[in-house]
């Protein structure tokens, strides 16, 4: 079965700092999900990648698929108190990108510092 | 209102009794998804259903019933709970293959005592 490991587990930043949750998998990655989520609350979808070297941003949050498919990373630039949460990475099970049956990692929890 | 909704948000219940957790979506999407979050597990996959009438295991199933009568509903059932079946439970649902995004419900957080 697929394993996904997140680093790091927690993380605590100040108000404008950048900063960055790696997410590695013990397979090839078909699709990897990125989802943030607020204490008590359910889970945001953020973004998808599938292809190698595949780059993907949105508003100050960017996520990247290495080329051999089995690390991402997410990236947040100039972190604001909206960006605290629980990120967590998930991976498709399957070849070709289906969205069932998801394996998630642990998460990173993220506190930002005003 | 539109959306994904789960009831109760909280419940304690005594080891041994039945519990019943509801899930329903408004957007007659078809796959249909059940977690559970624990510190330190994070989220696994409880059950899950392509459509109404087909449900599967996921990897940790066993002590839930699940049934998917009408593709609104997803109701998961501990038929004899137990102390290791607190935690959060997650419902999620998503469109056809395809469609990347799953859309999560709030969640119920239920306590075995």
């Known amino acids: 079965s697929q394993e996904l490991e997140q680093s790091p587990q927690s993380l605590i930043v100040q108000e404008g700092k950048n900063l960055t949750i790696n997410c590695t998998s013990s397979k090839t990655l078909y699709g990897l999900y990125w989802y943030k989520q607020k204490y008590g609350e359910g889970l945001i979808f953020l973004m998808m990648?599938?292809?190698?070297?595949e780059e993907k941003s949105h508003e100050k949050i960017t996520a990247k698929l290495d080329e051999k498919k089995q690390q991402s990373s997410l990236h947040i630039t100039a972190s604001q108190p909206s960006h605290a949460g629980i990120y967590l990475c998930g991976a498709d099970g399957g070849s070709g990108g289906s969205n069932y049956k998801l394996t998630f990692g642990k998460g990173t929890l993220l506190t930002v510092n005003p | 209102d539109a959306g994904i909704t789960q009831s109760p948000r909280y419940k304690i219940t005594e080891t041994g009794r039945q519990v019943t957790l509801m899930c329903h979506q408004t957007w007659s999407h078809s796959y249909m998804f059940w977690y559970r979050q624990d510190l330190g597990h994070g989220l696994r996959l409880i059950y899950y259903s392509a459509a109404a009438d087909i449900t599967d295991k996921g990897e940790v199933p066993d002590g839930y019933v699940v049934s998917r009568s009408k593709t609104e509903n997803f109701p998961l059932t501990l038929e004899s709970a137990t102390r290791s079946q607190t935690s959060v439970y997650f419902c999620?649902?998503?469109?056809?293959?395809?469609?990347?995004?799953?859309?999560f419900g709030p969640g119920t957080r239920l306590t075995v005592t």
């Open positions: 999620a649902s998503t469109g056809p293959l395809g469609s990347y995004e799953q859309y």
């Open positions: 990648l599938q292809k190698g070297g």
